[in-house]
């Protein structure tokens, strides 16, 4: 089997030029670093789950790999932006990525039981997964061990099915209402 730069088997069905690779995954390496400077000065918040607020940190190793798959989404939408491809695509998921970032944090202000975590992971997936064909299974593997770790620490250690399942449940909502809004203007484009 020929392989070509960029292509490394069987973590690419699609060549990626090194450009894109740092484009789409750059972002994702940036936030990590920000959250991890942000929350080392800030500390750590309290795990809140449905029902209270625990007395214990959330830990690193949870709080912030959900930041990767969040950075890897802008990533690709800014990729797609400078390659002029599909700019009602680039809007339309620029804003579901805005509406996911402001659902992940005003969760907090007013007590929400939504996970960010979960949120930000199911779109992600179902991104990888139905949008993107799963042509990137690194991509794809990243959202599953991000999620893995999610699930470790909301159903075993926190005991919070709730804010997992809602959060889950929002981030399907997300994705479907912009992939529908995507299929529309582009029906409407096409005609």
Known sequence: MNKKLGEIEPFS???????????????????????????EFLGYPLVTTAKETLTSVAPAI???PAFFPFGILIGEE?????????FNRVII???????????????LIFQIPISGHSLILSYFILQEV???????????????IVL?????YKIMLWKDPITLFLG??????????IKFLNNRINTKINL
């Open 13 to 39: 069905k699609k060549r990626l030029d090194p450009l894109e690779i740092l484009i789409i995954y750059g972002p994702g390496i940036f936030i990590i670093l920000l959250a991890w400077f942000y929350f």
């Open 62 to 64: 949870y709080m912030l």
């Open 78 to 86: 800014i990729w797609y932006f400078f390659q002029f491809k599909d």
């Open 93 to 107: 998921k620029s804003g579901g990525l805005l509406i996911l970032a402001f659902m992940s944090g005003v969760r």
């Open 130 to 144: 139905i949008t993107n064909q799963a042509k990137y299974i690194f991509r794809l593997m990243i959202g599953i």
């Open 148 to 152: 893995c770790i999610t699930l470790y």
């Open 168 to 177: 889950l449940i929002g981030g399907v909502l997300i994705w479907g209402i």
